[in-house]
């Protein structure tokens, strides 16, 4: 049974940092292309950022230079350093495969970006 769950999210100001976690069990996080999504409120869930199996990295546009994505693969666990947050950033984060498996969605961490 997968199973992913988030955590590191909180209520921030803008310009503060975040990382937040994603502990996976059930998969071995180095082999899928493993990401970030995000959803505000009122807004489709979107794709913040990838790693795949090589370690290659890929950012949305408004997020580049200032979140990093990572992966431990001995704690098989993915991550992602948010710096320079600003209040557009607002949204649950989510990881998942890329692309998503439907099935194994978990609950998300709140990241709250005040101005």
């Known amino acids: 049974q997968v199973q992913l769950v988030e955590s590191g999210g909180g209520l921030v100001q803008a310009g503060g940092s975040l990382k937040l976690s994603c502990a996976a069990s059930g998969i071995t996080v180095s082999i899928p292309t493993m990401a970030w999504y995000r959803q505000a409120p009122g807004k489709q869930r979107e794709l913040v950022a990838h790693i795949t199996s090589g370690a290659s990295t890929k950012y949305e546009d408004s997020v580049k230079g200032r979140f990093t994505i990572s992966r431990d693969n001995a704690a098989n666990t993915v991550y992602l350093q948010m710096n320079s947050l600003k209040p557009e950033d607002t949204a649950v984060y989510y990881c998942?495969?890329?692309?998503?498996?439907?099935?194994?969605w978990g609950q998300g961490t709140q990241v709250t970006v005040s101005s």
């Open positions: 998942n495969a890329r692309p998503p498996w439907s099935r194994y």
